[in-house]
């Protein structure tokens, strides 16, 4: 088939990737304008832009999928499938109709659950034991078109959003292929949604990845993994914003009050509202990331110091 690939982040790559190399043709991507990066905020292409641009495919980057123009050079290229990763954007009525086989999206969770944005966080942030990606047709609606095929991922103890992501969109890129070739062949009749079990992902904010040290360890744990690497974990100290990585509960060490520090040469704990936690990587203002214990030898916390 002729594919318009749409996609934009680093996690988009791999599918990308795994359509180039397919049976398919992949005559045009769609991503996102460039958008400032780095510390001098120069205007960058999206990692989907430069590994088509790389490959020699032609780069649409429409401020709106409903802008005539693109819609016009949609028309043109004549796609038979629009197969789609983290995009970024709704697509509308318009641009759905133009392929024959309208738009298919990769979507990192076994839905109807956890619809959205963000599902990936979700999963880490409600201990789900179970997630997985789904390829489905998009409709109007968020997230709620028949799905064509799913595979499962497992949901290990210390995994963080990052690391989660990364396997999944290793698998996903596989099953978006083998999804392409069911819709070419005619193997491939989309299901309906179940109608229970719909839950939905907002994304994350910086102000939902401020850690509460009145919650229990476990939700602490959740939040900071959900939240690595973006938005980024995080809280204050001596009114400070101070960054945090991933923390271990320690159910077995002498309780602490919640945001309350214990430290000693080698570790840092922090309380909570049940048991404490060890701290991990941490980064202060202005800093580079580093070992807690070794902010806590910079900074010599006392007795009266507390995390907030």
Same mark, same amino acid.
């Given at each position: 088939m002729r594919l318009v690939f749409a996609g934009t982040p680093e996690t988009a790559v791999p599918a990308l990737e795994a359509l180039l190399e397919s049976r398919h043709e992949v005559v045009a991507v769609v991503t996102r304008p460039d958008a400032p990066a780095?510390?001098?905020?120069?205007?960058?292409?999206?990692?989907?832009?430069?590994? &088509?641009?790389?490959?020699?495919?032609?780069?649409?980057?429409?401020? @709106?999928? @409903?802008?005539?123009?693109?819609?016009?050079?949609?028309?043109?290229?004549?796609?038979? +499938? +629009?197969?789609?990763?983290?995009?970024? &954007?709704?697509?509308?009525?318009?641009?759905?109709?133009?392929?024959?086989?309208?738009?298919?999206?990769l979507h990192f969770s076994l839905l109807p659950a956890w619809r959205g944005a963000a599902p990936v966080q979700h999963a880490v942030l409600h201990g789900d034991d179970i997630t997985g990606a789904a390829t489905f047709q998009i409709e109007a609606d968020l997230d709620t078109g028949p799905v064509f095929g799913v595979v499962t991922e497992p949901i290990l103890p210390e995994d963080?959003?990052?690391?989660?992501l990364g396997r999944l969109a290793g698998t996903g890129a596989h099953l978006l292929v083998a999804t392409m070739d069911g819709i070419e062949d005619g193997a491939l009749e989309p299901r309906p949604q179940p109608v229970d079990g719909v839950s939905y992902a907002a994304k994350l904010t910086p102000d939902d990845a401020r850690v509460?040290?009145? @919650?229990? &360890?476990?939700?602490?744990d959740r939040l900071l993994r959900a939240c690595t690497p973006a938005p980024g974990g995080w809280t204050t100290f001596r009114g400070e914003r101070l960054k945090l990585g991933p923390v271990r509960p320690a159910p077995d060490a002498e309780p602490l009050a919640p945001g309350r520090l214990r430290v000693t040469k080698r570790e840092v704990l922090a309380g909570t509202g049940t048991h404490p936690v060890l701290l991990g990587q941490v980064q202060p203002q202005g800093k580079q990331r580093m070992d807690a214990a070794a902010w806590a030898r910079g900074v010599h916390p006392t007795d009266e110091d507390e995390l907030t």
């Open positions: 780095g510390r001098g905020r120069r205007l960058t292409p999206s990692p989907v832009a430069q590994r &088509a641009a790389e490959a020699g495919v032609e780069v649409l980057k429409p401020a @709106k999928v @409903k802008d005539p123009e693109f819609l016009d050079r949609l028309r043109d290229i004549a796609p038979d +499938c +629009c197969p789609v990763v983290a995009y970024g &954007a709704l697509i509308p009525r318009s641009a759905l109709d133009i392929p024959r086989h309208g738009w298919v999206n963080t959003s990052g690391d989660l509460d040290w009145s @919650k229990p &360890a476990l939700h602490v």
